[in-house]
Nanobody, 111 residues
């Protein structure tokens, strides 16, 4: 099982840009698929985007154009950048690497 640690969440204002990080210090991160999900209050966990070890990216339709995903193999870190956040982006954000989950990071968007 791979240890994943998400960070970067918090309270942000509508229109801000937010970058979340997912680190995996005990994995070489050279292979495999890294995915981001989120879970809004009272809703099911929702797929956002993924980036493969080939750096091929995929986005859910709702995330295209406003979400950016990246991975840094050397730093064993992946990022999810959310442009112009809205209150609908509120939720717990999780990364998933080859089936293993992090503990999540809370994002709250409020003015």
């Amino acid at each position: 099982q791979v240890q994943l640690v998400e960070s970067g969440g918090g309270l942000v204002r509508p229109g801000d840009t937010l970058t979340l990080s997912c680190t995996m210090p005990e994995s070489d991160f050279r292979h495999g698929l890294l995915k981001w999900f989120r879970q809004a209050p009272g809703k099911e966990r929702q797929y956002i985007a993924s980036v493969a070890d080939t750096f091929l990216e995929h986005f859910a339709p709702f995330a295209q154009g406003r979400f950016e995903i990246s991975r840094d193999t050397a730093k064993k870190t992946a990022h999810l950048r959310i442009l112009s956040v809205t209150p609908e982006d509120t939720g717990v954000y999780y990364c998933n690497y080859d089936g293993d989950w992090g503990q999540g990071t809370q994002v709250t968007v409020s003015s």
